[in-house]
């Protein structure tokens, strides 16, 4: 049958059709991950806590708020480089957070960036003008000093920035609470008050009301008032986060990661780790294969040998003590799965080129005088062509699932963002014992669906291969045990 | 016997296997410095040790000092440091064969033991348990949905039944038991989440047994539901292969009855690669235990595994475990011989 | 006279294992000699197992013989190497009995009959794809354009046997072995097929080497007959002679169990030899025929193989019973 | 006389994606008699194999048409459930030998398993009396007592060819169908076979159905014969008359196509191809192979014609001597 042929044949299944929709869907979504995603995300970004550090953490995704009901608090990201109001050596940079939602924000940041002073450095403070009119100083951050030995113009936070939480310390507690005592003449108690400091910013005390107190939604007026003593003096920009109780299209891990990110990083990486591992798995396999059936003698049976012993190795185990000894690279990890994975596809290609070797089909190529490669590449290839290809589709998803059960011990590639990595940290977190299903469903879910476009495949494969392989489970099965 | 030449050539090669194995394990340990650096931090452990011990009757640091390095020195003789890797590589292959799977590090069986063998023995059952219930309710739901699936096959059933199995191939079980525990331990609220006993454990006897199945209620579930659909379904297909033979229709042909065509001449022919279907899948989730195990907190070999690979490394008990899994995936593999040449009296010449 | 293809004692051998240690070798061929001159067919007959397809291998060196030689055009090849085989293997062909398996599914019929000038790089392409075309037409393939884009399983079995048979001769053979070529075949194409063999083998001076177990097509089809059985030849002559005046037994049982189209024959019973035929892996002692032989002579049959000797001119029987008449 | 067994228009056809296969179409004959042997013969892709398959109702799920009637001592057997019919048909009445004796028997079950069990599974059976009888019937096949222990795969092909006709007559029936019982023999042992098929006609007045493509060998057993081309019966009569004067040009070519072991005339042969069977030619089935092929022949489907005796042929040629009929 010809490649077309075997194409069209694939096509005219069901599975067929849907593994290969999804395989292209698949494809092109890891193609957009590639080019929206530096190749070093995993080392550089994923694993550097500082780029997730504005996020909220362990919030589920946006979209599940349509499923609740109830107004949920999007996350606020306000930068401004402008000063609203200048007075003076006074620059007052001022951003406005529209509040309406039925749940206070989960965390209150400022970030000050790109200061440069000459003699002293510049006083800051930040302040929140409430929708009645109340307003409230948060927190006074200092910008560090001049060190010795350093000269003016001193330049702070360049690259990172200053942050200052708003909703944690003694001082924003002691400041709300005078100010619930002076504008609305309650006297809230401060452990009362210490643990809901976000909702507090954002409330009016009422009695009854649960922790005391009831949301206010309105306008608030986020300030930074910086003084400088010198004109020349310069303030980059001033950033203020409101804490989303939901966050991007798939949440936040408890470090505030955006899951979205990683899933889809992990699509590229889940393909790579199953079309390497399986087309150098079959290329091995096939290769050993034919030339163990096809040369007889001491070559067979060498080939033969090493195949029943690598077979009859207990899969799993072994690469687990591989990695954890040798590496986890994971170029390393795509290698021992090859290495072990092989002797399946050796023993049924032989086992077919045995059947043609003896039969008319090679003998009339002997006759003409044909080279033995050349009978090998173009007369006994093509009849093990489609098991080959049907062995190298199956055992994709064996090799996506190995390497998701490795990284699931911890014993992936740190410098990789795979599927199995996210659920081991969501694992290891308590994920599961604390209800953050988005961290550990979707991870999963990719996998399977990932799994399951080339199971289809295979599966679509089957009136081309047609399997009346009595030896039992396909030649995959085993090494697709190894990662369940 | 005709079937001895088969067997004994299966149980030669299984013992390669098994020696191979055990020298890839060492040789791993030993040319990438693992088993160097292991090696040198007991010896530190114990110099430490030994020092205090010293500076109690031997005062003057120089002297001390002298009196230490000379129990290093002796100390990197006894385990061999002064060699290097190869040198060690015969006795230690030697002390795994002989099951001389010496001391864990950490580790420690329940009675406090610190011998690997201890431990080890301690774990099995625990995870015979689990692999063995999982394999017969496969085995059963598997023969029976398969055969049926293959006398319907092209139905809307048996298709549907396909995608099935495609789906349970394509899901990992540590995963599943991750879905397992949200919904049925956190959601429902029915089942415990973990672990093989409640807190305090029912006192021994009936109550205590029927507490261990309600711990390996979801872990069992997880494992079934992963490997029957591809069991079924390779029972499906050998099945109806057989079933399309000749002596099939001469069976038909007979008069008699379907229940004896299919019991006799379909599914008695089929058994073989059926047995070997199963084997293969209990050799398969030998090693997925480690992970199953691992979700759902049950005590057995596999989680044994993780601990000592995830937390402080336990180098005697991870050669010891993986030797241990390959001698059980070897004798799985040689019990599927005794029983294929059992079934099929067309014994093959391999 | 010096023929084609000269086989003198040659001994093949199969090896098989019984047991851990043991094996049995196999006397597929057991001491042929069998000369074919250019240009002649001879047929060799007999029944499964009686070696006739592996002496037909042997000719063309697709088995190493384990004793024996094996000369072509005067040449020995018996132990040649492969790589010194290249010359003969343009001389010397073979029609496959199984047009199903010998041609291969994933090349088109020009590329199954421009391979074997491809192979020995003759010619160019476009001379090869010329020679592909003269050869489908030789084997009434026409018109050859039709077919050349073809794969085989846009074709009938007698098609496919026609190519089988381009596939043989578009190398200018001298010798061709056919192997039961028209047994998978309508018995009603059969004689088709065997016409056309005949005339390209006439029209190109081919010798034939015609292996099969039907008697009755060989007699058409053949200049000689030779009779195997059991890994040995029993009887060679001319066609008229082996079927008209069979003269070792076997030959004769072989000839009467011929089913003949005749209605007299249903009402009375065959004469037919008992048993089967030995095993190979352990052949009887002495004439390999002697333990189902009708007319068996103790303290002769068994003891030592009778050979082949000339009872009539150009008649050759391997039996006793024409041994006291000389 | 009621005839043993009278097919009338028996149709079998398979559903396949280019269409119904008509590999049975319409096809009548009759066994007169126990002791009576009937010749089916045809080549590949006349249909005849699937005949004996929709004589013991052996259907495979693709049947696009299956009707009929097929009258055993004058009771239709195509009226009988299911179930009735594997209990007093197959086997009790009927048994049939298979093409390919390789593969007929089960590999994991010994001989003796296989021959006793169609009785065994019958209420009140011995299974004493079974092996008893089983041994009986190899013995008269000619197979040694020991073989009932033995597994197929210890057997050579002629061997397994006669386990199964000993199967076969297990259950004492009134008819054999046999489906090209010796294809796969060599001469010496298909001689060895036609010679106990003659025997068990002769000793046991069995009657036969025997499925064959040779009509030599047909020759050697058959009392009448009939000529299936293309899903169709094209001739019949008895064996003298179609062998020596057969009717239909088919046979005619057929006949002349043997090559003659004792007789220095060539073969002939038939151009062309089979018919297809999804989409036959219309008329004769047969006329575009046909060198006598006149006007009516591709248009009009030829009924069929007495031939004088027991003969009768489906051609126009006939029609055209003795008016249309």
């Known amino acids: 049958m010809t490649p077309r042929g075997m194409l069209r044949e694939l096509l005219a299944t069901g599975p067929g059709k849907a593994g290969m929709g999804l395989l292209v869907a698949l494809l092109a979504l890891s193609l957009y991950a590639l080019v929206a995603f530096p190749l070093d995300f995993g080392a550089k970004r994923w694993s550097n806590p500082s780029v997730w550090a504005d996020n909220p953490r362990s919030v589920p995704p946006v979209w599940t708020g349509l499923l609740s009901g109830g107004r949920s608090m999007p996350h606020t990201v306000l930068e401004t480089e402008e000063p609203a109001e200048v007075s003076g050596a006074t620059r007052t940079y001022r951003l406005r957070l529209e509040f309406e939602a039925d749940v206070p924000p989960t965390f209150l940041t400022v970030a000050v960036a790109g200061v440069r002073y000459h003699a002293r450095p510049p006083r800051l403070e930040v302040v929140v003008r409430r929708p009645d009119g109340t307003s409230v100083v948060l927190a006074r951050p200092q910008v560090p000093g001049p060190r010795s030995g350093e000269a003016a113009p001193y330049e702070r936070f360049g690259e990172g920035s200053l942050r200052v939480a708003l909703t944690s310390g003694e001082r924003t507690t002691t400041a709300l609470r005078e100010l619930f005592l002076d504008e609305y003449a309650a006297d809230v108690p401060p452990e009362d008050l210490r643990d809901a400091l976000a909702r507090a910013i954002v409330s009016v005390p009422e009695p009854g009301a649960p922790d005391g107190l009831r949301l206010l939604r309105g306008s608030y007026d986020l300030e930074l008032r910086a003084t400088f003593d010198d004109p020349r003096d310069e303030l980059g920009s001033v950033r203020f986060v409101a804490g989303g109780s939901r966050f991007g299209l798939m949440g936040t891990d408890s470090l505030g990661r955006d899951l979205a990110q990683g899933l889809l990083i992990g699509l590229p990486i889940a393909l790579f780790i199953g079309i390497t591992a399986s087309i150098a798995s079959t290329a091995i396999g096939a290769t050993l294969g034919i030339v163990s059936g096809y040369m007889g003698g001491k070559t067979d049976l060498v080939i033969q040998r090493l195949a029943d012993v690598v077979a009859n190795v207990p899969l799993l185990p072994l690469l687990i003590f591989l990695v954890f000894v040798v590496g986890s690279h994971l170029l390393l990890i795509i290698l021992f799965l090859v290495a072990f994975s092989w002797p399946g596809l050796t023993i049924l290609v032989r086992s077919m080129v045995l059947q043609l070797r003896s039969g008319q089909l090679v003998e009339s190529a002997v006759v003409i005088g044909a080279s033995r490669w050349r009978i090998m590449s173009r007369h006994i290839f093509p009849h093990t062509a489609p098991y080959v290809l049907a062995q190298m589709i199956f055992f994709a998803p064996a090799a996506i699932l190995a390497e998701a059960g490795l990284s699931f011990l911890g014993l992936g590639d740190p410098s990789v963002v795979t599927w199995g990595q996210i659920l081991e940290s969501g694992f290891r977190t308590g994920a599961v014992f604390l209800g953050w299903w988005w961290w550990v469903i979707p991870p999963g879910v990719a996998i399977v669906i990932t799994a399951l476009t080339f199971m289809l495949l295979a599966l679509g494969m089957e009136p081309v291969v047609n399997p009346r392989l009595r030896s039992g489970a396909p030649a995959g099965y085993r090494a697709l045990g190894a990662g369940r | 016997m005709s079937f001895v030449r088969p067997l004994a050539v299966r149980a030669v090669t299984l013992i390669g296997v098994l020696l191979a194995v055990l020298v890839l394990l060492v040789v791993s340990l030993g040319a990438t410095g693992f088993s160097d650096r292991m090696l040198r931090a007991v010896v530190g452990e114990e110099v430490r040790g030994l020092r205090t011990a010293l500076a109690e009757t031997i005062r003057d640091p120089v002297e001390l000092e002298r009196a230490v390095e000379a129990q290093r020195g002796e100390l990197e003789r006894f385990y061999g440091l002064d060699r290097s890797w190869y040198t060690r590589l015969p006795d230690t292959v030697l002390r795994v064969i002989t099951l001389d799977l010496g001391e864990a590090r950490t580790l420690k069986s329940s009675s406090g033991s610190r011998r690997v063998s201890d431990i080890i023995l301690e774990r099995l059952p625990n995870t015979a348990l689990l692999i063995t219930t999982a394999l017969v309710i496969t085995a059963a739901i598997g023969l029976v949905v398969g055969s049926t699936m293959a006398a319907r096959a092209g139905t809307k059933l048996d298709r549907a039944l396909s995608y099935f199995a495609a789906t349970s191939f394509a899901i990992p079980a540590w995963w599943l038991g991750i879905l397992m525990i949200l919904l049925f331990a956190f959601q429902l609220r029915l089942l415990p989440a973990g672990g093989m006993y409640s807190t305090p454990p029912p006192e021994a006897g009936l109550l205590r047994f029927l507490d261990l199945l309600w711990h390996a209620v979801l872990p069992v579930f997880s494992l079934v539901l992963v490997t029957v659909g591809p069991y079924l379904y390779s029972v499906r297909t050998m099945t109806l292969s057989v079933a399309q033979e000749d002596h099939v229709m001469v069976a038909r042909a007979k008069g008699l009855p379907e229940g004896v065509v299919v019991r006799r001449h379909i599914l008695r022919v089929a058994a073989p690669p059926i047995v070997t279907g199963l084997i293969l899948g209990l050799t398969s989730s030998l090693g997925g235990s480690i992970l199953i195990e691992t979700v759902f907190n049950w005590r057995g070999m596999g989680r044994l595994y993780f601990d000592a690979v995830a937390g402080t490394p336990d180098e005697a008990v991870i050669v010891a475990l993986t030797f241990v899994f390959t001698l059980l995936y070897v004798a799985a593999r040689w019990l599927l011989e005794v029983l294929y040449v059992l079934l099929d009296p067309r014994v093959r010449y391999t | ?326 | 006389m009621t005839p043993l067994l009278d097919v009338r228009d028996l149709r079998l056809h398979y559903e396949t994606p280019r269409g119904p296969v008509r590999a049975v179409d319409g096809v009548s004959f009759e066994i007169g008699s126990p002791g009576e042997v009937v010749g089916i013969v045809g080549e590949s892709g006349s249909g005849k194999t699937s005949m004996a398959n929709a004589l013991m109702r052996i259907l495979p799920r693709n049947v696009a048409r299956y009707d009929g009637e097929v009258l055993y001592d004058g009771e239709d057997l195509m009226a009988l459930t299911d179930e009735r019919f594997r209990k007093e048909v197959r086997w009790r009445t009927m048994a049939m030998v298979f093409q390919g004796a390789m593969s007929s028997l089960n590999p994991v079950l010994n001989v003796g398993r296989q021959v006793t069990e169609r009785v065994l599974v019958e209420s009140g059976a011995s299974k004493r009396e079974a092996y008893r009888k089983a041994e009986e019937l190899l013995e008269l096949v000619g197979l040694p007592r020991d073989i009932i222990k033995r597994y197929p795969h210890e057997l050579s092909g002629g061997m397994k060819q006669r386990v199964v006709l000993a199967m076969a007559l297990m259950m004492d029936p009134r008819i054999l169908i046999l489906d090209e019982p010796t294809s796969a023999l060599d001469v010496s042992v298909q001689a060895q076979v036609m010679n106990l098929l003659k025997q068990l006609k002769r000793e046991r007045g069995m009657a036969m159905l025997f499925i064959t493509h040779d009509i030599a060998l047909a020759s050697d057993l058959c009392d009448r014969v009939v000529v299936a081309y293309g899903g169709e019966h094209v001739e019949s009569g008895t064996l003298a008359e179609v062998l020596t004067a057969p009717k239909h040009p088919y046979t005619q070519k057929l006949i002349a196509s043997i090559p003659r072991l004792h007789d220095p005339a060539q073969p002939e042969f038939i151009p062309g191809r089979p018919p297809d069977l999804v989409d036959p030619p219309s008329g004769c089935r047969f006329h575009p192979r046909c060198d006598f092929a006149f006007e009516p022949c591709d248009s009009d489907v030829p009924p069929w014609f007495e031939a004088g005796g027991a003969q009768h042929a489906r051609c126009w040629l006939l029609g055209q001597s003795k008016g249309r009929g």
Do not use: W
């Open chain 3, 1 to 326: 006279m010096a023929g084609l293809v000269e086989l003198s004692d040659l001994v093949v051998r199969f090896h098989a294992r019984t047991g851990l240690f043991r094996t049995v070798a196999i006397h597929a061929v057991d001491g042929v000699s069998l000369t074919i001159e250019a240009g002649e067919t001879v047929a060799l007959v007999g029944e499964s197992g009686s070696g006739k397809t592996t002496l037909g291998r042997a000719s063309l060196r697709l088995v190493r013989p384990a004793s024996g030689s094996v000369r072509f055009d005067g040449r020995d090849i018996t132990d040649a190497p492969e790589r010194e085989l290249k010359g003969f293997r343009r001389q010397a062909q073979a029609i496959f009995q199984d047009p199903y398996s010998s041609l291969n599914p994933y090349h088109t019929v020009r590329e199954a009959v421009e391979e074997p000038l491809a192979v020995h790089g003759i010619g160019t392409a476009a001379e090869r794809t010329d020679r592909a075309r003269k050869a489908l037409e030789d084997v009434q393939l026409r018109p050859a354009d039709v077919f050349l884009p073809m794969y085989p399983h846009l074709l009938s079995g007698g098609q496919r046997q026609r190519v089988g048979i381009a596939r043989a001769l578009v190398l200018e053979p001298r010798y061709v072995v056919a192997d039961e070529p028209v047994s998978m075949i309508d018995a009603s194409s059969r004689a088709e097929l065997l016409y056309l063999l005949r005339d390209l083998q006439a029209t190109y001076g081919i010798a034939f080497l015609y292996v099969t177990h039907d008697i009755a097509s060989a007699r058409h089809f053949a200049g000689r007959i030779a009779v195997m059985y059991l890994g040995s030849i029993v009887e060679i002559g001319t066609p008229e002679a082996v079927v008209e005046r069979p003269l070792h037994p076997y030959t004769k049982a072989l000839i009467d169990a011929v089913p003949e189209p005749d209605p007299a024959n249903r009402l009375r019973e065959r004469p037919v030899v008992p048993g089967e035929v030995p095993s190979a892996a352990d052949p009887p002692a002495g004439c390999p025929f002697h333990p189902r032989c009708p007319r068996f002579m103790a303290g002769r049959c068994e003891l030592q193989r009778p050979t082949l000797r000339e009872v009539e001119p150009g008649h050759y029987a391997a039996c006793y019973l024409y041994e006291d008449e000389t």
